[in-house]
């Protein structure tokens, strides 16, 4: 059934290109620009997120638009931490203790250019690339651009304008500035930067180190991780303080220190990566910053999806899953209003919201997690505990890192506020010596189930008056 | 003792005009430009925050600057919170159990004036009116500004630039702007704005209520409170969803609306107010925003304080207090890392920034605390004991409200955490029936205190892991 609206979609990015790809099922007449290059045809990736978590919840979007099986084509699943200590020595920390339940590395480039080539395939559809929006007049729904390559300035006259065009996004920057309305806005930097290395494959174009695991190195302050990618290569990732520490970005300013700081830290991945010192000067350092807003909408006119409206940290592997959830939900309003947009967008927002801002502290706590805690012998035991709960009762516990990750039917707000109680009321047992793994297990699932509701009843007079 | 350095500040509202004589009286070459017109000569209030209040923060920096006396004679003592129901019915909820411990009402513009005169008659001190800041060169040190009047267009170049340009600075909007550095900003907006209203003197020139209280109409969603002025009269204050609720903002459209409403909500203080319908749309609606930021400074070049490196929201009469704060800090580290701006400025703001992120957050709990929960039964019980424990042991105990008002020896962010787990210790046990005010006060002040430890206590595990 074609509809008479003309959308512009701003970004085609995998936000922009599963909602095009939506949308463009839907029966709307869609117009994307994207300000980079099309990625199909340059290679343009150079040192920035190589590949991502790809896990329940964009598996649902996934599903929705009807490409599971080209997508898992291009997984490899990664079933749990392998977190390797400062002699080499490693361990594998399962992310369930289901069988069934893993996460998996994907190519950035190969998920966007599989959803650009199944959008562009309608006719509905058009796309076009390295024209860079510059300016968005939202009240108007006109759009202003520059193409790069010519340097020609045009604009576009639109129905509705989303704005896919993540965290630098042109629509929100207009928001800002305009101050047409009270628009509530943050962004927050972490102290610590990042940098992408890589593991070769070996001279066979095998994986050099066990495939189906997210490596951690977790020294406290800082980190490396390392994900598979399907030439055999991993993609590492260092996460690192700009200014403070023995090693920091701003003092890592020769072969020799980079190197020197590997053989201390990180001896085993020095080993995989024999040419670190130099791609670590050619990639650049990246910041690690957290973006919310609010409204994503103004009036029926335009709206703001996936990280435009709430960038987040890397840290819980959500960021892409959290964007392509926005489109889920977003779908399901669609229905419920259709036709009726500012019902939509308010309505579908002030749904959202309250899940996209959990999913960015909770990434915030994961940092926390992965670059120290998990090196933690109470944390540790913790996991153990939650590991055998998973697998003895399946169906009745799931840990924090399940709920997020995993139980996709619920919103990552309802993860969040249980996940922490069940960490609270483990830890606190663990520290009173009240919990082991040698007690009866039904006792000991009863027990951690008795303490959380405990402790989500807590104080909640005191929450009544918000302290 | 005359210092080398030329000094910059913008803005010359209450903390410029405190820095301003603060640096005059150490020897620095201060110069001071203001983009609105010398309150002094013009009547420039119209309709915002007239009378404000003053406490014991506040004080410390009055008395660093040695104005005490002359302050005390603008300052009318609040003691208590005077609640209006809606019938029309008061009763007084003092703000501290022991007698010497007040806030104060004063006028913004006379408490302004006296900085101002006080800086201006130094003269090392300098002082231009109507000159409109519209860019900051950081990194050179050359700020550009416009003349309101003449329209000429001036640079200044200079050592040091501090902007105390308020929730708008424009230090802080360069600082955004030019992406130098990693800047962490946000400015949140509450959906409720707020007007400001009067309540005239009588025919004799006397206060039409009482004089020695913040007077506070609770409504749950909604609230108005009024503080005296020298005059005789009361500044009254709306605060009002613009949206939703049954009254609100965008739908108080006619004289009629106004008055219907206040009649139904207010009809005490409609009755202090014959010609309230028609100031209600002569006085303009203004939003209800916090902005947070970090860092607050740049190199040794520049730094922003008060409400430009932390705007908050009234509710805790905390604003003015906690810029004055701001002054009296700086001038501890001004001591401790003499002639080393950069060390001064990176030590001050990683100390200070805790705090008025605190208060931030403070003032936004004070705000259901002030339209809601000063109405609710248990939150008044709550109120009566604490009276009674800091009546019966005033070295002893502090309420969270005392704590943040009155122990200025504290900073903001250990009032908080103490006074919140007071207020959840007393609630608990309220909830629990296991205190009540006909029990032994010693004992019900051990029982206080052995619950808040108890709460402090709670959970050090889970918090080492930041759940």
Redesign the interface.
Known sequence: MAKQENILIIGAGLCGSLLALRLGQRGFKVHMIEMRPDLRTVDISAGRSINLAFSNRGLKAIKMVGLEAKVYSLCIPMHGRMVHDIKGNTFLSNYSGRENEAINSISRELLTALLLDEAEALDNVTIEFQKRCTDVDFENKIASFEDNISGNKFTVSTDLIFGTDGAGSALRKSYFEERKF????????LTHGYKELTIKPDKNGDFKTYKNALHIWPRGDFMIIALPNLNGSFTVTLFLS?ESGTYNFNNLTTHEIVTEFFEKEFPDALELMPNLAIEFFENPTA?L?TV?CFPWNYKGHSLLLGDSAHAIVPFYGQGMNASFEDIVEFDTFLDKHEGDWESTFKDFQSHRKIDTDCIADLAI?NF??MKD?VA?P??QEKRKIEMVLESEFPDVYHSKYSLVTFKETIGYCEAMTIG?AQ??AI??M??ANKISLKEDLNELLKKVQDETSNILKE????KT???
């Open positions: 009270l628009f509530s806005f943050s962004q927050s930097y700009y910041p910053g919310k706590d926390h997690e805690h933690n109470i944390f922490r960490d609270k830890l606190r663990l520290a104080d909640t007079t005191a008056f918000k302290y």
